[in-house]
C-alpha cells in the first residue's frame, strides 16, 4: 500500500524529533516550507514558547525572487534576530523534509550569519 509525501513525512519528522529537543541554553530551530512561502521558528521546548519567529511573508526582500533565494534570506534574518536575541547555538530541526534545496540554502545562510547547529 503506497502511503502518500505527507505521511511520509510526518514519518520521518516522528523519528527525528524522537531524541530531538531544545533548550534555553540551546533551543530548536524549526523550519518549515509551504508551495510558496518559508517558516522559521526557534522554540525552547522545555517551557514550550516561541522565542522568535521568521517567515517570507512579512520580508519585503524576499518578494518576487526564486525560492531557494527566499530561503536564504529567511536563514539570515533567522541568525542576526537570534544572535541579537543572544542565541549563539541551536538545535536544526529540518521537520523532516531531506537536507536539500531550500532547507539546505537556509541552513547555508544561517551559518554564515552567525549561528552553530
Not at 524529533?17 to 512561502?37: C, F, I, M, Q, T
Not at 516561541?50 to 530561503?71: C, D, M, R, W, Y
Amino acid at each position: 500500500m503506497a502511503i502518500s509525501k505527507l505521511e511520509r513525512r510526518n514519518k520521518i519528522k516522528r523519528r527525528i524529533r524522537k531524541s530531538l529537543s531544545g533548550d534555553a541554553e540551546r533551543p530548536r530551530l524549526s523550519v518549515y516550507r509551504s508551495n510558496k512561502e518559508f517558516y522559521a521558528q526557534i522554540i525552547d521546548d522545555k517551557t514550550d514558547k516561541t522565542i522568535l519567529s521568521v517567515t517570507s511573508l512579512n520580508v519585503k526582500e524576499a518578494h518576487g525572487i526564486p525560492k531557494k533565494e527566499q530561503a536564504k534570506v529567511i536563514g539570515k534574518l533567522a541568525a542576526e534576530k537570534a544572535v541579537e536575541a543572544g542565541i549563539n547555538k541551536v538545535v536544526f530541526d529540518r521537520n523532516g523534509y531531506l537536507y536539500h534545496g531550500r532547507v539546505k540554502a537556509f541552513a547555508d545562510a544561517a551559518r554564515e550569519a552567525g549561528l552553530k547547529f
